[in-house]
């Protein structure tokens, strides 16, 4: 059944997303991914679950601002938290979630950033995924390279050759406003 969905959903031009088992999934990083198509549904689930646990967490809700990224089941922690016991009880939550296999801890202990970092932030994940367009190596294909940005540090994920990891990050290294790249891919041989 979800194949002839995803496969219907290919011929509809114009469509932006496919909606499978209650969650959208991009055609385009259906078609790009280097993922499975389950694997990518499982990163949204994870996603989601793993929001909706630290919000209803009366420790870590209300005393931090974090955001959740996973890919290929490895969850990326991103933000700000009041101390290093909402960090750690964030990290703990989003550790014993089924299906994650990593969580990388990138919590800041400090006040959260301001809204104005906030839309720069916003403003540097759309240059640096410009920026990827530049990357000029067979095969490679930007929309493979996720782009989360945190207080002005960028962070990459994907599943990359390390040609195309190291290339990737010395485009957005050059990125004006770009603090620091930290690179958090999955390496698979070269395709070549």
């Given at each position: 059944?979800l194949p002839?969905?995803?496969?219907g959903?290919?011929?509809?031009?114009?469509?932006?997303a496919?909606?499978?088992?209650?969650?959208?999934?991009?055609?385009?990083a259906?078609i790009?991914d280097?993922?499975?198509?389950?694997?990518?549904l499982?990163?949204?689930?994870i996603?989601i679950?793993?929001?909706?646990?630290?919000?209803?967490?009366?420790?870590v809700?209300?005393?931090?601002r974090i955001?959740v990224t996973s890919y290929?089941r490895?969850?990326?922690?991103?933000?700000?938290a009041?101390?290093?016991k909402?960090?750690?009880?964030?990290?703990?939550?989003?550790?014993?979630m089924p299906?994650v296999?990593l969580?990388?801890?990138?919590i800041?202990i400090?006040p959260?950033?301001?809204?104005?970092?906030e839309s720069?932030?916003?403003?540097l994940?759309s240059?640096?995924?410009?920026?990827?367009?530049?990357?000029k190596?067979?095969?490679?294909?930007p929309t493979?390279?996720?782009?989360?940005?945190?207080?002005?540090?960028?962070f990459l994920?994907g599943l990359?050759?390390p040609?195309?990891?190291?290339?990737a990050a010395?485009?957005?290294r050059?990125v004006?406003?770009v603090a620091r790249?930290?690179?958090?891919?999955e390496?698979?041989?070269?395709e070549?």
């Amino acid at each position: 059944m979800l194949p002839a969905v995803l496969g219907g959903a290919l011929l509809l031009s114009g469509c932006a997303a496919v909606l499978v088992g209650g969650a959208a999934v991009g055609t385009a990083a259906v078609i790009h991914d280097r993922r499975d198509y389950t694997d990518i549904l499982k990163d949204q689930e994870i996603e989601i679950r793993a929001a909706r646990a630290l919000r209803r967490d009366s420790l870590v809700d209300g005393n931090s601002r974090i955001s959740v990224t996973s890919y290929n089941r490895k969850v990326l922690l991103t933000g700000q938290a009041q101390d290093r016991k909402v960090a750690a009880r964030a990290t703990e939550l989003v550790r014993e979630m089924p299906k994650v296999e990593l969580v990388i801890d990138e919590i800041v202990i400090g006040p959260n950033i301001s809204m104005s970092q906030e839309s720069q932030d916003t403003w540097l994940t759309s240059q640096s995924k410009l920026a990827l367009a530049k990357v000029k190596i067979p095969g490679f294909d930007p929309t493979r390279v996720k782009v989360v940005t945190e207080d002005s540090v960028v962070f990459l994920m994907g599943l990359v050759s390390p040609e195309e990891g190291d290339a990737a990050a010395e485009q957005i290294r050059y990125v004006p406003g770009v603090a620091r790249v930290v690179k958090l891919f999955e390496y698979r041989a070269s395709e070549s």
